[in-house]
């Protein structure tokens, strides 16, 4: 998966006109922080002494599988570890203990911490062929010498190893390359006694090289998205008749075949009926697959080869024509696997785009299977039942809430999505990101001596550093800063990352969203053999729907937002977007914060696990105002207050009348006036002035006038001076009026920021 995936600009920009009800997010009640904790550690204990003896006895026997969503920050990868330093013993004798993170780096920091334990089970980093090996005195050796060269072999060998490393040959004697005595990477296959491996993510899709059993397997954070594998042919390589079918039986067959799928996939109708309706067969399906898989031409390379010439083998072997094979093989044996089902969405035809050289594309969406051999523990904050029920459809699952500590304002009018943000062309976009860059300095400036982080995607970034005259370096590992903030983008290397625990502030502009067609390779990939039909969207268009978000007082208000029209890719959807957001908050570490924190959420997507304090429109969090104070109406008084002409009024009369009287440019008629007083009660009026004078660092008081002749009625004013002038100033001001009543205690003062108005 990209890790700066910002959609495509007609597809997201615009809604589509559909609105739909989408369910909100559901919020089961916050746990306290201590309660959260012993639960997290009582659950992961519990089953690891319910499991330990747990055994495969046949291939229908399906692992206990525990599930659980957790609060970020929860401290769910240390309470795992310490309890396999309590628990583990047990495990270890039966094999080795696999701890799976999303990235190497992650794992180097997991190992670390596991170590820190003081724990006696023996432990050690699963590292690939081109990660740098720790244990060589020059840093940038790696693990396997001939890496590069993996790299390329990877692309069309079986096993990497048989072919560049040691074999077996036909006379049963293992044939090994130089470099395989003393290899790092392959040292780590020797490993026998049982260990506590730390792993990326993407050895859950290969084998890792280990020898031995595995007991348990624990994986950190969410791990779908790394078992799905898209394969895609050229339609036109679809078409063309292989000369493995000249003189077979099959070429017909075949040719049958391929034009049912490719007529059913164009029309957008059911493969598996097109297939049946010209009497194509499971078992003719297997023998097509059976004739690509011999058709596949074969690398031949072997251990001893020397360099180049594996090279120059390598880059004269045909990959397009043994990708094609390999494909259609594919394509075959999951249309004879699935035929005599409802049939499979797991198999699509892509239009040509510009992007893809024009070419339309068959793409197989395959699903890898996890691994069934062991118990297994899955430790996800965004964990998702719906998706993990389609990995383990036994698991049980537990979620373990904690109501973050930080005061947060969202924006609620605006995406500020990638593309139109990062536009160069539209001056209305540099003005949008002189906005962005007017939030980042006032945060850094409220923060103080405590630091901000920036979170937004590749594109917006590189934007914002170029209309400073910088760059900013994508690849970089150091830190990175913009306008005195830290910053990062949007990926799976912010994930379980503990370096801004200590930061006051995280700005997030936008968010990261995924184009609809990968939505929808991941939905086919996942979900599209699980007998429900897909609801695929329309034009590659998300829909608007209404949802709700949590304030922090328990309210909710309506909102709308993006969504794919099938629920389950909706799921696949928040995953990346809402998901990606609320891992990059958690690294704040708001759930026992020892400083007030600050989230400022440049971005309308409702986050579920965020409430918000907050919910404004862009140009008031421009303003550092509320949104009221933004509305016309407000700016209008606003400017009736300080002048139109630059001249501040003295004092102002709220009735429609001392309006037209006391500020005839912003009123100049009785109309505009009581268009302006239209549903808005004189104590709102009130108050926004109080606001307004206390915005401009000036006095005001509010003052009732009323006429001998006039009864009880009276007209409200302010006059901008203190409680002990006030009276002075309005018989100055409205001399005709007899008499001036000072309302105590509701006067606003230089000292008093921006109070407003409360006794009323």
């Not at 400083?595 to 550092?624: C, M, Q, Y």
Request: charged residues 25%; hydrophobic residues 40%; proline residues 5%.
């Amino acid at each position: 998966m990209a890790s700066d995936c910002c959609g495509d600009r007609n597809t997201l920009i615009m809604l589509d006109a559909k609105t739909e009800c989408h369910p909100e997010h559901s919020q089961e009640p916050w746990l306290d922080l201590p309660t959260a904790r012993r639960q997290l550690e009582d659950h992961i204990s519990q089953f690891l002494t319910t499991n330990v003896r747990w055994k495969k006895l046949d291939d229908n026997e399906h692992p206990p599988v525990l599930g659980l969503k957790v609060s970020a920050g929860l401290g769910k990868t240390r309470t795992a570890l310490d309890c396999i330093a309590t628990h583990g013993h047990n495990y270890l004798k039966k094999g080795h203990i696999l701890f799976y993170v999303p990235t190497l780096e992650l794992a180097v920091e997991a190992e670390k911490t596991f170590r820190d334990l003081n724990s006696i089970h023996p432990s050690f980093v699963m590292r690939g062929r081109s990660a740098i090996n720790p244990n060589d005195p020059n840093t940038n050796a790696p693990m396997c010498a001939r890496s590069d060269l993996a790299k390329e072999v990877a692309k069309s060998a079986k096993s990497v190893t048989r072919a560049i490393c040691r074999e077996e040959n036909a006379n049963g004697e293992v044939v090994e390359a130089v470099c395989a005595n003393g290899c790092p990477y392959l040292a780590q296959e020797a490993i026998i006694e049982p260990h506590v491996v730390f792993l990326a993510h993407s050895y859950l899709k290969s084998q890792p090289p280990l020898s031995g059993d595995v007991a348990l397997r624990i994986i950190d954070e969410k791990f779908w998205a790394a078992m799905i594998d898209v394969q895609a042919l050229p339609h036109d390589n679809w078409f063309l008749t292989p000369d493995h079918y000249d003189g077979s039986k099959l070429a017909e067959i075949y040719r049958t075949a391929r034009k049912s799928v490719s007529d059913a996939l164009e029309a957008e109708t059911p493969v598996h009926q097109a297939l049946r309706d010209k009497k194509i067969s499971a078992e003719t399906l297997r023998e097509l697959a059976a004739a690509e898989e011999m058709a596949m031409p074969v690398l031949k390379l072997d251990p001893q080869t020397p360099n180049e010439d594996a090279k120059m083998k390598v880059s004269s072997f045909d990959h397009e024509a043994a990708n094609s094979i390999r494909v259609r093989s594919l394509i075959f044996d999951l249309l004879a696997n699935t035929i005599d089902h409802r049939g499979t969405e797991r198999i699509s035809l892509e239009k040509p785009t510009p992007e893809k050289n024009n070419r339309a594309l068959i793409k197989l969406h395959q699903l890898v299977d996890l691994p069934a051999d062991a118990p297994m523990i899955l430790l996800d904050a965004d964990l998702d039942e719906t998706i993990v029920r389609r990995f383990c459809g036994n698991a049980h699952f537990e979620r373990l809430l904690v109501r973050p500590k930080a005061h947060v304002t969202q924006v609620s009018d605006v995406t500020l999505a990638s593309y139109p943000l990062s536009s160069l062309k539209e001056k209305a976009q540099e003005r949008r990101r002189a906005d962005v860059v007017k939030i980042i300095k006032r945060e850094v400036e409220r923060a103080q001596t405590k630091d901000v982080l920036v979170v937004a995607t590749t594109a917006v970034l590189q934007a914002l550093y170029n209309d400073c005259g910088q760059e900013f370096k994508e690849t970089s590992t150091e830190a990175q800063v913009l306008y005195g903030a830290t910053v990062r983008r949007f990926g799976p290397k912010l994930l379980g990352v503990n370096t801004y625990s200590e930061f006051a502030t995280i700005i997030l502009i936008g968010r990261l969203q995924l184009p609809v067609v990968t939505i929808e390779d991941q939905l086919r990939a996942v979900f599209g053999d699980d007998g429900a039909p897909l609801d695929l969207a329309e034009g590659n268009r998300l829909v608007a729907a209404a949802t709700t978000v949590l304030l922090a007082d328990n309210r909710r208000v309506e909102a709308k937002v993006q969504y794919h029209p099938d629920p389950r890719g909706t799921s696949l959807l928040q995953q990346t977007r809402e998901a990606q957001s609320e891992q990059a908050i958690a690294r704040l570490r708001l759930l026992d914060a020892n400083i007030p924190k600050r989230v400022v959420v440049l971005s309308n997507v409702p986050l579920p696990g965020l409430p918000v304090d907050e919910w404004l429109k862009f140009e008031a969090i421009v303003g550092d105002k509320s949104d009221v104070q933004v509305s016309t109406k407000y700016v209008n008084l606003e400017r009736a207050i300080c002048g139109a002409d630059g001249s501040r009024l003295r004092g102002i009369r709220l009735s429609a009348g001392g309006l037209v009287a006391d500020a005839p440019k912003i009123f100049p008629n009785s109309k505009r006036a009581r268009e302006f007083r239209k549903n808005l009660p004189t104590e709102e009026i009130l108050g926004w002035a109080m606001t307004i004078a206390a915005d401009m660092g000036f006095p005001a008081t509010y003052v009732r006038l009323s006429k001998g002749n006039r009864g009880g009625h009276s007209t409200p004013a302010v006059v901008f001076a203190t409680v002990e002038k006030a009276q002075q100033l309005s018989q100055y001001l409205w001399p005709d009026f007899d008499k001036h009543v000072v309302v105590e205690g509701n006067g606003v003062t230089l000292n008093e920021g921006s109070a407003v108005l409360e006794a009323l």
